[in-house]
């Protein structure tokens, strides 16, 4: 039955034949382990095929949707970090592999006459493979993929007379963003791919024509390569994969940086590894040397590789197979060099590490905040995720602006002259400070702030009391943005709490608000929604206000801050981080799967 | 001969060695959608009793969060119900239909002079309870689970829900 319908077939089609020539293809000099590299690679193009072709099935290209798919895939679909970690590791086996290759092809002197073409459509697989690498790379939309791509594309830039032109092409404009993920997705998976596919076709047909080389001392008649060669091959495929899986499990998949970040500054952006020697190299040739570094020298090592078959012409056989030889190693030993400097540079480079460390935190940070049922990704795009993370950006923005003067849980980064803004607008800050003002944490190093201090000395308020004071003011925080003193006076939680009449008494001697208290012992600021937004905005905006801090000399008062300075988002985000309001950190980190 | 078998064999193993790791995983990867389930929403607000006119239906819209692969979308519309406010004294007070055709999940909307339903996909008809007017759809529009509040004139509070279409059962998707 079985056989009957694949005769029927066959006879339809001839598969046996097409099945027939691609097994049994001739073997000069009988099967050998050295053929198997050209075999190998076409089994790792094809699960790069595979694996690429499930990850378009999930990956959205644009700037702000790349990177959110990307975490999608890595972190949440069923397999999603094996089928990446496969393509990303794949991708550079494939480039060992091509190294070996050329290397064997070389040492075997295939690519001599007349052999010629097959080593142009190799070196042609070459490019295009690392065409992808380099395509790819970018693809995820994170920090390593966009400030690596970058030096990537600015180096094209620095071509003679075509350069930014060509750069602008490429990069679809003249900054980063949506087209340059779209034209290069489509190099990566449209054009690239068939044209890998037709030099390979190409390269395969040519080595059937010439057949393998085989060594000198080989026995003159050729064998099937079915099943020998085939089992060979097969052996060699299936040690590649497994190393490569090995690599993967290792690794818990491929890394995902934090998103792209174009704001970020010390990113320290570095190529995948087989690029290393290339960006090492330019470090040599500083300043207006360095398209010495990016084009002549790289060009030439490309052209003396294209014309290396014809050097025969020109030189005896054995004595050009020698040169030939002496160069590609030359080049191999040079670039292995400049990669092991490039690494060991960056091993004690302190700066270096500590940034590094910074965007291993930001990536984790992101991840766990993606993942978090309450966050997510924002519609906007992935580029929000941590500039509306208060625990990022609002550390981010108080560090830059407030902590030369203030401190934040003791620690700071200049003379201390202001308070502990940790928890601030909170019970807890009040209550501590009630309890102690003049303490190094509140009003001990502001300049002319000894009011709350005189209050201390004078008060009768028991410590009960103060209890009562704190859960009353504490309570400022939530009054909404549109309500008036004269409405919240009228609520009945307000009017009938027990902590009204103490403040008015007491507090209420230097602290006006209105319809409650009229103050008059000594200037001190209004206390109206201590702690909510508006209050702490206004704070920021207008210290010198007369609500505010404005009754101080001006040389002792904060400083005003604009929206130029702070806008309004970072008000919110430093607001919430100081009020502790945002996703707690896990206390083991999210392992990087 | 018998090398040649053994290497036959041999190869057809390592062939699957070659491809299995892969084409598992794989298959784990395209499947991983089964492994999705719908957050289950709770009873969302739509409006008041005195809001609503005995018999004539109102469509309300359902907003919730939403969660669509990597991204959190804020409380924005969902989907949409019809509310029909029943006669004095009966029991549930409104009815909730689901603006969701039960056949293949086109919109139903008003027939004219609010006679009735009608999906424009389909030509599903209903009348006014949602029971089916003609053979398209398989089953009557899907009745959500409606709440009200205690006072004088009480929230009318739906859960919203979506159900398998085609199916003569109304069965929750999850």
């Not at chain 1, 410590?463 to 925080?477: C, S, Y």
């Not at chain 2, 018998?2 to 057809?12: G, H, P």
């Not at chain 2, 029909?84 to 999940?105: D, F, M, T, Y």
């Amino acid at each position: 039955m079985f056989k009957s319908l694949a005769d029927w077939i066959n006879d339809r089609t001839g598969y046996r034949a097409l099945a027939d020539q691609a097994f049994n293809e001739p073997i000069p000099g009988g099967a050998r382990w050295r053929y198997v590299f050209g075999s190998a690679l076409a089994t790792v193009f094809c699960m790069q095929a595979f694996t690429g072709l499930l990850l378009m099935t999930a990956y959205s290209p644009s700037s702000s949707t790349a990177w959110g798919s990307v975490f999608y895939i890595s972190h949440v679909m069923w397999m999603g970090w094996f089928i990446r970690g496969m393509h990303h590791f794949t991708a550079q086996a494939m480039i060992v592999l091509l190294a070996l290759h050329v290397l064997q092809v070389l040492l075997a002197g295939a690519y001599r006459r007349p052999r010629e073409f097959n080593w142009w459509f190799g070196m042609a697989l070459l490019f295009v493979t690392l065409g992808f690498s380099l395509t790819g790379y970018l693809l995820p939309w994170d920090q390593k993929g966009y400030w690596a791509t970058k030096v990537a594309t600015n180096i094209m830039g620095g071509a003679p007379v075509i350069g930014p032109s060509l750069q602008k092409v490429f990069v679809g404009g003249v900054d980063y963003g949506n087209q340059t993920v779209t034209r290069f997705y489509g190099i990566h998976v449209g054009l690239l791919p068939p044209l890998l596919v037709a030099c390979l076709a190409a390269h395969i047909a040519l080595v059937r024509r010439h057949g393998h080389t085989p060594p000198q001392k080989a026995p003159a008649t050729p064998s099937p390569a079915w099943p020998e060669q085939v089992f060979m091959n097969l052996v060699a495929s299936v040690g590649v994969l497994s190393v490569i899986i090995l690599v993967v499990l290792a690794h818990g998949g491929a890394n995902l940086d934090a998103p792209a970040d174009p704001s970020n500054g010390d990113y320290p952006a570095r190529p995948e590894w087989y690029f290393l020697s290339l960006f090492q190299f330019l470090k040599l040739f500083p300043g207006r040397l360095e398209a010495i570094g990016t084009m002549v020298i790289p060009g030439a090592i490309v052209l003396v590789m294209l014309l290396l078959p014809l050097l025969d012409r020109i030189l005896p056989r054995s004595f050009a197979h020698f040169l030939a030889c002496g160069f590609v190693f030359g080049v191999l030993g040079g670039a292995g060099f400049l990669t092991v400097q490039a690494i060991r540079d960056d091993w004690d480079d302190r700066p270096f590490l500590a940034a590094r460390e910074k965007a291993d935190q930001a990536r984790l940070r992101a991840i766990a905040l993606a993942l978090d049922p309450g966050v997510g990704v924002p519609p906007e795009g992935a580029g929000y995720l941590l500039a509306r993370d208060p625990l990022t950006q609002g550390r981010a923005v108080l560090e830059k602006r407030c902590l030369g003067c203030h401190v934040h849980d003791g620690k700071g980064l200049g003379t201390q002259s202001a308070s502990d803004l940790a928890r601030f607008g909170t019970r807890d800050w009040l209550r501590g400070m009630l309890e102690n003002p003049g303490a190094g944490s509140y009003f001990k190093h502001a300049k002319g702030c000894d009011g709350m201090m005189e209050w201390k000395r004078t008060t009768k308020l028991k410590p009960n009391e103060l209890d009562v004071v704190a859960d009353f003011v504490a309570g400022f925080a939530s009054i909404p943005d549109d309500v008036e003193p004269t409405e919240w006076l009228n609520q009945k939680e307000v009017a009938e709490h027990p902590g009204l009449k103490l403040f008015q008494n007491d507090c209420g001697k230097c602290h006006v608000i209105d319809g409650l208290s009229e103050g008059g012992l000594r200037d001190a600021p209004g206390l109206f929604a201590w702690g909510s937004p508006r209050w702490f905005a206004r704070m920021i905006r207008k210290p010198d206000a007369l609500d505010r801090y404005g009754y101080l000399e001006t040389s002792n008062r904060m400083p005003a801050f604009g929206t130029d300075q702070v806008s309004d988002a970072d008000l919110n985000m430093i607001i919430r981080y100081l009020k502790d309001d945002y996703l707690k950190p896990a206390a083991a980190p999210a392992q990087a799967r | 001969m018998l090398r040649r078998e053994l290497l036959a064999r041999l190869s057809a193993g390592l062939g699957a060695a070659l491809s299995l790791p892969l084409l598992i995983p794989g298959i784990a990867y395209i499947l991983s959608p089964l492994r999705l389930r719908r957050e289950q929403g709770g009873f969302e607000t739509l409006t008041r009793l005195s809001e609503l006119e005995v018999g004539k239906p109102r469509l309300f819209f359902i907003q919730q969060e939403r969660r669509d692969a990597w991204v959190k979308y804020p409380r924005e519309p969902v989907g949409s119900v019809w509310l029909i406010r029943q006669p004095k004294g009966a029991n549930p007070p409104v009815v909730a239909l689901s603006s969701e055709c039960p056949h293949l999940g086109c919109a139903i909307s008003l027939k004219d002079e609010s006679k009735g339903f009608i999906c424009h996909c389909h030509a599903s008809a209903f009348d006014l309870s949602g029971k089916p007017e003609n053979a398209a759809p398989p089953r009557p529009m899907d009745t959500l689970e409606v709440a009200l509040g205690n006072d004088a004139d009480p929230e009318i509070r739906v859960k919203f829900e979506r159900f398998r279409t085609q199916s003569e059962e109304k069965i929750p998707l999850v």
